[in-house]
């Protein structure tokens, strides 16, 4: 029997709805005389499952079709990342700096100071404080004071029954990194204060100072008392509150009574080194005042320690405002500025040995400062100079 026919358009229509026939091309239709379409049975199933054209809908993605596009995807080549700026780079690094250390576990910190001891005796101990790392506990991230017990523990070579311990004797602030003096009994920690009470402890800083102090060295003795700082942003910092003022005629000073509540406050200074108006400064203080040398520093000789962006303004909270030459050298912008770390190096401890000649210890310069002092084009003087 012959595969094919000569069928009407109504044979056609109904016959679609039950099977699919072959068609010989050409045939014609004796109601039509169009051709008759033509459909292969795989052509005949992809088209009854497709939607209608006149729906709508898009197309389903069939599982071969995803699968050779995700290959693809697969083999694209990656985009290319833009080039990071020198500048991107330093502010990435300074914000990962102002992070270090401040959540860690306690081990990890204890071994961190351990690597990090400058000094040690049957007394005393001096480690390199990190920058950002507070001394006592309190302010929610691990303390050096925290992780003591654990560092005894090390240093003692990790003997369980150990007698070892260490204690904090002359504190630092928390932006201040640098020599750091531990006890390891409460005698000891007496002994110390006693002799820092009678200035018998000398401890030198390196600051970076915006700004070229005059005259070049000499003493500051000028009382520092805390001030409520009043307008959009309330808050309190330490001042000057000094025991002269200029007379009315402007020729001389006149003596003015102290404020019961003044901090005694006199502070050592002299420059190093100056270069693109920023200044290389060895602070020595002979008081102990809350933020004494930050104040000094800023209000008293009006060259603030870079990275102070508590003292920098009076009137408000916000970040140091630099000159342009300044920032060209350090390769931020000022947007930026927010994440330069207090430049406030505690570099030389000395006392006298509970036991034997006078300690005196000399503190290296952390990466920071040394990398702002290159850009600056500062000198750090050798360090029998800094004695």
Same mark, same amino acid.
């Given at each position: ?21 072959? !068609? ?7 109601? =039509?005389?169009?051709? &008759? ?78 690597? %990090? ?7 005393? !101990? ?16 691990? %303390?050096?004071? %925290? ?8 240093? &003692? ?11 904090? =004797? ?48 000499? !003493? ?8 409520? !700082? ?72 009006? =060259? ?7 003292? %920098? ?43 034997? &000649?006078?300690?005196?210890?000399? =503190? ?24």
């Amino acid at each position: 029997m012959n595969s094919c026919r000569r069928m009407t358009c109504g044979d056609w229509i109904s016959g679609l709805n039950t099977v699919f026939l072959r !068609v010989k091309p050409g045939t014609k239709c004796h109601r =039509c005389s169009g051709t &008759a379409p033509i459909l292969s049975q795989s052509q005949a199933t992809t088209s009854k499952h497709a939607p209608a054209s006149n729906t709508g809908e898009k197309p389903r993605l069939r599982a071969i079709d995803l699968a050779r596009k995700i290959q693809q995807e697969k083999t694209k080549p990656p985009a290319e990342t833009p080039p990071v700026s020198a500048q991107q780079k330093r502010v990435a690094d300074l914000k990962r700096f102002s992070l270090q250390l401040q959540n860690v576990h306690p081990n990890v910190l204890a071994k961190h100071l351990h690597r %990090s001891v400058l000094y040690q005796d049957k007394d005393v !101990v001096v480690i390199n404080k990190p920058y950002g790392v507070p001394v006592k506990d309190g302010s929610g991230v691990t %303390s050096i004071s %925290s992780v003591l017990p654990v560092l005894s523990k090390i240093m &003692a070579g990790m003997k369980i029954k150990s007698d070892s311990q260490l204690l904090t =004797c002359l504190g630092l602030e928390k932006e201040i990194s640098g020599a750091l003096l531990l006890a390891r009994s409460e005698e000891v920690v007496e002994h110390v204060l006693n002799l820092d009470r009678n200035n018998q402890v000398q401890r030198k800083y390196w600051v970076v100072t915006v700004g070229v102090p005059v005259p070049s060295e000499g !003493v500051i003795d000028i009382p520092i008392i805390e001030r409520e !700082v009043t307008g959009p942003q309330p808050h309190y910092k330490m001042a000057l509150s000094p025991l002269f003022r200029t007379n009315d005629a402007g020729d001389g000073v006149t003596k003015v009574r102290s404020h019961r509540q003044a901090h005694p406050a006199v502070t050592k200074y002299r420059v190093l080194d100056s270069s693109n108006g920023c200044s290389l400064v060895e602070l020595q203080p002979f008081t102990g005042a809350k933020h004494q040398m930050r104040v000094h520093m800023a209000f008293a000789l009006s =060259c603030p320690i870079l990275g102070d962006h508590k003292y %920098s303004h009076w009137s408000k909270l916000a970040p140091q405002k630099l000159p342009e030459r300044v920032l060209g050298k350090l390769g931020l912008e000022q947007s930026k500025i927010r994440y330069v770390p207090l430049h406030l190096l505690a570099r030389q401890l000395t006392l006298p040995g509970t036991s034997q &000649a006078h300690i005196n210890v000399s =503190c290296p310069l952390p990466k920071y400062f040394m990398q702002t002092l290159t850009r600056l084009q500062l000198t750090a003087p050798d360090k029998d100079d800094s004695k």
